[in-house]
Structure formats: structure tokens, C-alpha cells
């Protein structure tokens, strides 16, 4: 089964399992970037003995560090916006089910090789009719159709073009941000989110 809103089993088996047992009993630090102004808690440890050997930091948290300020430490490093923020609002799992329809479509384009991969994970079960795809209504098999990614990035466009007036001077990834908010899809994974 593939993972979902309703199923997220993916942040558990996927991430937080396989780095405890990397860790085994020896003493870590876990140094998570939720910012001072997200409303979150982060890493959440499985094991369940009162000794827990794998500590969580908040170094952006713990020093009031909001969004503003890691946009100007990536500049300010050299380092800069990461290239996927042109076409996606937050970091994580290229598959990941919170993606936008037109995140989905700058999988497509920048990377085809892993949207490929993705599409190789849904299924149809032509018995019961159920079909098990990443997002809910649409296989990426349909979202990949000329005439539909034309759809999506129409309707993502009259978006920005929108924000942009209603609030100028943003970056793009705050643009984005707002244009994907107001779409009706579901709310992004608390793991991935900002």
C-alpha cells in the first residue's frame, strides 16, 4: 500500500526506524531545522526505555532563527536556494503524496527518471477497481498528459501572477508557497512542511 494522509507509515519505516537502528545504543545528537516560527514538534523517537540514547537539537528553535532568517544564512553562506525551490515549495521525498499537482509536474520535468520511478509504484487493481496512486483522483500516468500538465501550470501561473500583486517583492518560494496553499488539496506532511 502506498503511503497517504490517511496511512503515513513512510516517516516511520522509511526515516526514523532505519536512524535508530543506525544509532543502535550509541549516544546521538539529532539536529533537526524546524524554525522559531513553525507551530511543529519534529523527531518523535520509537524506542520506548526510559534511557533514550538519541537526543533531539533544535538549533533554529532554540535561537529564534524564523524563515527570513535561513533565507538570509543560505545567501549570506554562498550557499543560496536549493534549485528544486523552483518548482517546490519544501524539501523531502521526491514521491512524497503531499506534493501539488504542479510539483508533480516539475518532478516530470526535471527529473523524469524519478517521476518514472514514482509511476512504477501505483497500481490498478482491475478486480476491485481500486487504484493506488499518489495523488487522490489522478495516476501520474493521467497527470502526465500534455493537455493536463498545460491545465496545471495555467492554473499555477494565474496564481503567481495574482500573489505577485496582491503582495509584491516575495521570493519565489513564497509566491509558491501561497499559490499552493490556496489550491484544494490536503495539507503537506508535518516531517516536510516549510
Known amino acids: 500500500m502506498l503511503p497517504s494522509s490517511q496511512v503515513r507509515w ?18 546521538a545528537y539529532h539536529y533537526i531545522a524546524i524554525r522559531a516560527d513553525e507551530d511543529r514538534v519534529g523527531y518523535k523517537p520509537l524506542k520506548t526505555t526510559s534511557l533514550r540514547n538519541i537526543e533531539p537539537k533544535y538549533p ?4 529564534g532563527k524564523t524563515k527570513e532568517d535561513v533565507y538570509q544564512i543560505l545567501e549570506e553562506s554562498g550557499l543560496g536556494m536549493p534549485d528544486y525551490y523552483n518548482w517546490r515549495t519544501r524539501s523531502g521525498c521526491y514521491f512524497c503524496f503531499f ?50 500538465i498545460e491545465q496545471i501550470k495555467e492554473r499555477t501561473e494565474k496564481g503567481k501572477a495574482s500573489k505577485k500583486k496582491d503582495k509584491p517583492n516575495q521570493r519565489l518560494i513564497e509566491i509558491l508557497t501561497d499559490v499552493h496553499d490556496d489550491e484544494d488539496d490536503e495539507e503537506p506532511c508535518l516531517v516536510c512542511h516549510k
Open 60 to 63: 533554529f528553535k532554540e535561537d
Open 99 to 148: 506534493q501539488r499537482k504542479s510539483e508533480w509536474v516539475g518532478l516530470l520535468e526535471q527529473h523524469p527518471d524519478l517521476f518514472e520511478l514514482a509511476k512504477s509504484y501505483e497500481k490498478f487493481n482491475p478486480e476491485t477497481g481500486e487504484r493506488f496512486t499518489w495523488c487522490q483522483g489522478e495516476s501520474l500516468e493521467e497527470l502526465a498528459n500534455p493537455e493536463r
Open 10 to 27: 513512510c516517516t516511520i519505516k522509511l526515516k526514523i526506524k532505519p536512524f535508530e537502528e543506525y544509532v543502535g545504543e550509541d549516544h
